[in-house]
Structure formats: structure tokens, C-alpha cells
């Protein structure tokens, strides 16, 4: 079953190990247990913790990816679940840097395997328009039971 009610990130906070400017996601649109929806501006940020020299590397939307499948995580547990991201496979960068981009990004994570101490999930990240920036499979490992 899928919940099309949306959450604002303070609905989220609590699930999540990030705060402040490094909480990347700014909604979730919908998920279900298999799968979540988010969408985020926060890479339009002056003030972004992830610039360098005033630029937003692409590299960056692993971290984007990541935060979902933590807020994924949480959802289904009820609770934050700290761990580290284990691995990051088949990652494929269809565009060079961030800072072009001037719309939302959208995030679609689907867990692939999830065991008590950790989880495989695909990701994909679009612009507004439908554009694939990147997509990935990565691997985090929870440190709390």
C-alpha cells in the first residue's frame, strides 16, 4: 500500500541522523514498504553545506540518495537508525555538475533487501522536466540494532 500523505521535513527530522542545513530533503511525496518519493530545492542553496568554491559537484546526489533511503528507514522502523553508507555500485552521472539545475529534484529509492542490520536500494534522481541525473544502487549498514 502506498501513502500518498505528504511529510514536510519536520515531520521527518526525528528519523533522520542529519540537522539543520545538512537535513537535504525537503519533502516526501509518498512511500510505501518498498519504495519512497521525495522531492528537494536545498541544492538551489547559497548556503548548501556540500558547495565548494560556490559549486555543487554531482557527486553530491549520492548523499541526496542516501538521505532518502535513511528517511525510508525510519518510516519503516518508526525510529532513526544510524549506520554508514557501505557501498555505492553502478552509479551513473548523466550530467556534469549541479549548478545549472533550477528546479526541484526527485528522488525514487526502492528497497531491494533489507535485513536487520542494514539495506540494498536503488535510486534515481530527475530534475522537474523528467531528466535522469543519476542513478545508483547503494549499500548502508545500520551501527544500532
Not at 27 to 33: H, P
Not at 82 to 108: E, N, Q, Y
Request: aromatic letters at 4%; hydrophobic letters at 40%; glycine letters at 6%.
Amino acid at each position: 500500500m502506498i501513502n500518498n500523505k505528504s511529510l514536510t521535513q519536520v515531520q521527518f527530522a526525528h528519523l533522520i541522523p542529519h540537522a539543520g542545513s545538512m537535513m537535504l530533503i525537503d519533502q516526501v511525496d509518498s512511500w510505501s514498504n518498498k519504495q519512497i518519493h521525495c522531492t528537494t530545492q536545498s541544492h538551489l542553496a547559497s548556503n548548501n553545506p556540500l558547495r565548494l568554491n560556490n559549486s555543487l559537484s554531482v557527486i553530491h546526489l549520492i548523499e541526496y540518495g542516501a538521505q532518502s533511503m535513511a528517511i525510508h528507514g525510519g518510516l519503516l522502523s518508526g525510529k532513526s537508525s544510524p549506520g554508514f553508507l557501505a557501498a555505492v555500485r553502478g552509479a551513473h552521472f548523466h550530467i556534469d555538475t549541479l549548478d545549472s539545475l533550477t528546479g526541484s529534484l526527485h528522488i525514487v529509492a526502492l528497497a531491494e533487501l533489507k535485513i536487520e542490520n542494514g539495506a540494498v536500494y536503488s535510486f534515481s534522481i530527475t530534475d522537474n522536466q523528467g531528466t535522469l541525473l543519476l542513478d545508483a544502487r547503494a549499500t548502508v549498514i545500520h551501527t544500532q540494532p
